[in-house]
């Protein structure tokens, strides 16, 4: 079982994000604030669990989750600011979209920026490599990440049904590529990122 907390006696937040290595559509990023008490021995890693253990343990972590959000980055301003901006800007999205204020925050992996309240204070942070298999309220976070960017996914796969987005919803595969090669790149494609192996230009 994950640990249920990082700092004691303190309202605590787990924040991840979804998508950073994908060719198209949002980074999506989520935070959750657990209750102290809750335990689950399932919760893990979102990458750890299959598609059905995922979307289970949504439904809990929502229905019990003192508060949790969801926020996201497009993939025209991932292509402005970088994928790391990207993805730190959709967690502090995410944490100004909490109900309830968090008093420290639990960041998955080792980047991060300051968070500031609205009174302009930061609230503490601690980066944790792997935190979304060390944490409950980290791995909660990629749990929500994941679940709602995959759905929306397969929500534009209906629009661009070429690129197989409903299976590989988004990362660097080879049909996704291959689909790229075929027909070109769709308006949700990350045109800063390398979408195609060196052997192939790409018109855009």
């Not at 999506?28 to 750890?48: E, G, T, Y």
């Not at 992996?109 to 935190?131: D, S, V």
């Not at 690129?163 to 800063?192: A, C, E, F, Q």
């Amino acid at each position: 079982m994950l640990k249920p907390v990082h700092t004691k006696g303190m309202i605590e937040a787990g924040c991840d994000e979804a998508g950073r290595g994908c060719l198209a559509g949002p980074v999506f990023a989520a935070a959750v604030i657990l209750p102290p008490k809750f335990r689950n021995s399932i919760l893990n890693d979102s990458k750890q669990l299959s598609e059905k253990c995922r979307y289970e343990l949504r439904d809990i972590i929502e229905k019990k989750a003192i508060s949790f959000a969801v926020a996201r980055v497009e993939h025209n301003e991932i292509d402005k600011i970088n994928i790391l901006n990207a993805s730190i800007l959709a967690m502090h999205k995410a944490i100004g979209k909490l109900k309830i204020a968090p008093q420290t925050l639990i960041i998955d992996g080792n980047r991060f920026k300051k968070y500031l309240t609205k009174a302009g204070k930061p609230i503490q942070h601690f980066c944790i490599i792997g935190g979304d298999a060390k944490y409950m309220a980290i791995a909660a976070a990629s749990i929500l990440a994941k679940t709602y960017r995959d759905d929306f996914m397969k929500k534009i796969h209906l629009e661009f049904p070429q690129y197989n987005w409903d299976s590989n919803k988004g990362y660097p595969t080879k049909d996704h590529r291959n689909g790229i090669k075929s027909h070109g790149v769709s308006p949700y494609h990350r045109l800063s990122f390398k979408l195609l192996s060196t052997q192939y230009e790409l018109e855009f």
